[in-house]
């Protein structure tokens, strides 16, 4: 096996369920508070937006979770996914370490977000909701929600943030050949998009108002549920298939990880693969090190605070303690668009208040300098979002190429780069800018987060 | 096993060698002739550009020529590739059919192409080639090459039509990530190029054009080859492996195919699958139809005529009996690019003359709709090329639902979409035509073949 590059698990082989981390913190994660009354939410409070399974996932404290056969039945089409190891990157960084990563692009939508897109879409289906609303920026999540949503025979409204659906028409086409309804955002079918557009004719829109309107139109009918692609409980718990199925393939390898690294936006991919490593941190003693890394433009954990704040920039959403930058924070216009986002999920912010893991970030383009480095040696192009894992990895292998050491490294390519190729047109063309975020803005969009006690 | 629909081979049940059709035809393949002479080349006409193990396998009788090691090794980057069974698509279509598909799409390159691109460089490389040339429309075949030839080390000049490289900056892009230099022909770096430049300053380019140019820079330089991507005897041979994993898959499947289709530009991905079922056809009296699906604006089975012509434009390739539009044939701009090829490649053209297989033309509006109903159903946006095997396999199979037959349907998804969302959402706008070829075109580039005793 030594001489191999690829790990497959047979079907046999993918997990049966899901991995909770709560059940192995040693502290308990804060609760999620009404935005009105300041109190921890019930189910009641999420039932309008959510199928109550969902909403069980999202509190339960048991260490595994039933994959229903109906969604493994649709995971087989691509999972279990490739665990390769990057021999030829190893050779051309001419590092002792040994690389490996976990391939998420292998699914339908080229990235991780169908691993949840698809038990999301089945638990609605089974409590009989007739259509699902989204919102999506650069059209990762709402493309593969309009997968799931179609197979399961959903409707899917999505409402894409404008200035996204005028310049990524390829995303948008992606959706529709799924059979999804692909709205641009603000748009004249809300209120809070009509309310944008009355004093913002021209707005190209923004992630927290298609938040808004997603959310407004799954609100407004009993047949309707709203999806999220990230950051929540229950969606960490569906990723979690992903470090699951790494632990057997490296067992294959016959070998087990120094350190587990994955690129960090919402938390989603990262905690999918890391989750099941810092559970067995904890309960067996291990020192397998976790590492996030977030793009420099967008420092949640790096340079946010550990506080209670909304998910969307409208103040709808329930209060959760995360790193955040201040929902009023506004990163630089990078292309990992997967990345851009203020906040961190909560139990990801939690586990690394713990110390349970680490954090770097990184600018663009040296970003983009080791995804083509990763591309020339792999043969894949990452997406702009997974390059800074790749930049991670390839950063902890130059330090054992110096230390002479023969770490073993694993992170997670969550997706590939074919959608994002002007992404890397810009960078060819030298169009890709290192622009830090502004600290007077930083500043005051900490200062601006809603004043409840951190406990 | 029988609740399956993904059949993965091990890495170690990868062929170790590629299958020849050569060895089991009941009547040789006519000789390929000297443009200048009219008489059979030999190995020295074409050693300034192939190497000579590539010119050994253009000329070889062997039924089995075995795979390099080192060529295997970048195989098992992602081979052997998935074979899928189309519950999904079945149930859609509420047939009694049984239909399978092979995906090629999970190359790096997302398309067969890789599969002759490394052999190719590997040869190259080891007799001592610097730099390829090549030629490229669409740019899957620019991109493969520039993926195995930096695999290799060696240089890639890619000269890309030059519509195309203004319209895909995307395969561009992917080209320059592997580290190819790509050039838009008609260029100025050639006599060729200047000549027609010349001429017409604003000329978009043609791949009859882009041919000349790479050609002549091979043929000048005694460290460069040239490299072509389909239609030769050794690209097909290389393709090969598609149908000898499938049979493998087919096995584990414990099935059989009744009807075994490809869609068919310059006929690579169609022989790769198809070949292998043709000679056990001969060796064991077996009756597995062969179907190959071409567009009905690039006719060249369907309306063609079986004849010596040039592969070029510019009559500078040798002479090859073929089924031919003639090379003055201009096809209407279709999205399926990669068969846009006025011949067919001569090996696929005996076998159908010799009545092995059949082929069926269709418009590209139906084939869109095919494309999208298995994107649907199974998930994969299939390239513009593929939707046309996919819409024969769909036709098959409610032919079935008619007879009440259960026919096992296979068929080579060559390639997915997701570098072609232009197309579908070019289709989705409802901006697709299905012009005809101009019939009186036709008849005169029929009328131009060079004029050779048909044996």
Wanted: glycine share 8%; proline share 7%.
């Amino acid at each position: 096996m030594s001489d191999s590059i690829k790990y497959l698990l047979s079907e046999d082989r993918m997990p049966k369920a899901w991995y909770n981390l709560v059940a192995d913190l040693p502290v308990p994660p804060p609760a999620v508070l009404h935005p009105g009354t300041g109190q921890p939410v019930g189910p009641d409070d999420l039932a309008p937006l959510f199928p109550m399974a969902l909403i069980a996932q999202e509190v339960t404290a048991e260490r595994e979770v039933e994959i229903p056969e109906p969604v493994r039945d649709v995971y087989r089409q691509w999972r279990p996914s490739p665990l390769f190891r990057a021999r030829k990157l190893e050779k051309a960084l001419d590092t002792p370490a040994k690389i490996y990563y976990k391939y998420e692009g292998v699914s339908p939508t080229g990235s991780h977000k169908p691993n949840t897109a698809v038990p999301q879409a089945f638990y609605n289906k089974q409590e009989g909701t007739k259509r699902l609303t989204t919102e999506t920026g650069a059209g990762q999540w709402g493309s593969s929600i309009a997968y799931a949503g179609q197979y399961f025979g959903l409707e899917v409204d999505v409402y894409m943030v404008k200035v996204s659906f005028q310049q990524k028409p390829y995303r948008r086409a992606l959706m529709q050949t799924f059979g999804a309804r692909c709205v641009a955002s603000p748009s004249v079918e809300t209120n809070s998009g009509r309310a944008v557009l009355a004093e913002y004719p021209d707005s190209t829109g923004s992630l927290g108002i298609a938040i808004s309107e997603a959310v407004e139109m799954a609100a407004q009918r009993d047949d309707t549920k709203y999806a999220l692609g990230s950051v929540l409980n229950h969606v960490l718990l569906h990723q979690s298939i992903i470090g699951l199925e790494a632990m057997e393939q490296m067992d294959m390898a016959g070998d087990d990880p120094d350190i587990v690294i994955g690129c960090a936006g919402g938390g989603s991919n990262l905690a999918g693969l890391a989750f099941p490593y810092i559970g067995r941190n904890l309960r067996e003693g291990k020192k397998t090190r976790i590492i996030a890394a977030e793009p420099a433009s967008c420092p949640t954990l790096t340079r946010g605070k550990f506080a209670y704040d909304f998910g969307d920039t409208a103040s709808l959403t329930p209060l959760v303690k995360m790193y955040t930058l201040g929902s009023n924070f506004i990163p630089s216009p990078i292309h990992a668009g997967g990345l851009r986002y203020h906040g961190m999920a909560p139990l990801l912010s939690h586990a690394y208040s713990l110390g349970l893991m680490e954090a770097r970030a990184y600018a663009q383009t040296e970003c983009f300098i080791a995804g083509v480095t990763f591309a020339k040696a792999e043969g894949i192009v990452p997406a702009p979002e997974s390059t800074h894992a790749v930049k991670a990895a390839i950063d902890e292998a130059l330090k054992c190429k110096e230390s002479g050491e023969s770490k073993t490294i694993l992170f997670n390519l969550s997706g590939h780069g074919y959608f994002d190729m002007q992404a890397y047109t810009d960078f060819f063309d030298g169009k890709l800018t290192d622009e830090p975020y502004d600290e007077a803005m930083l500043a005051k969009s900490l200062g601006g987060l809603p004043d409840i006690a951190a406990e």
